[in-house]
């Protein structure tokens, strides 16, 4: 017997009720600005990742820690939208600084993102900058860091 097709609503199923009308919303406004779905089963869970139509790159995965859901957004275009990093909450900027620097891991490394938030320089590995929780305080900042995302990926 083939297995199982992983679907959006396995995955859903697996989300924190508290967190479900937020992970819908932020998947209905991918689909509907051409984002493409893959579901894939990791150790710890599903990742979720959403490529964008047009750059066909990755533009974020949901993927499921030991501590809940996390969201990873690969922000190639921050430098155009550096006015919104910061309006970020402090606990996100926290999770960006504990992220780890770019080593420039080697020459078929996508290279990671140099930025600046209130004042302090980053230069951080695009794997794990942008890694943040999905809770009450990151929500209404992730929407709007993914649609800067995608007007500039659109652009």
Known sequence: MPDKELSFEDFLSNVSPVYQEFVK????YLLDNGC???????????????????SKR??????????????????????QYLAFLETLPDAMVKSIAKAPDCKLCNEKCAKGYA???????????????FLFAV???????????????????SA
């Open 25 to 28: 919303e932020t998947h209905a």
């Open 36 to 54: 493409k779905l893959k579901l894939q089963l990791a150790k710890n869970g599903y990742v979720v990742s959403y490529s964008h139509g047009k």
């Open 58 to 79: 990755v533009l974020h995965n949901f993927v499921f820690r030991k501590s809940g859901l996390v969201i990873r957004i690969y922000g190639d275009f921050v430098s």
């Open 115 to 129: 930025f600046s938030i209130k004042g302090t320089a980053y230069q951080k590995c695009r794997y794990n900058c």
């Open 135 to 153: 809770d009450d305080g990151s929500i209404p900042f992730i929407k709007p860091f993914l649609a800067n995302e995608v007007r500039e990926r």
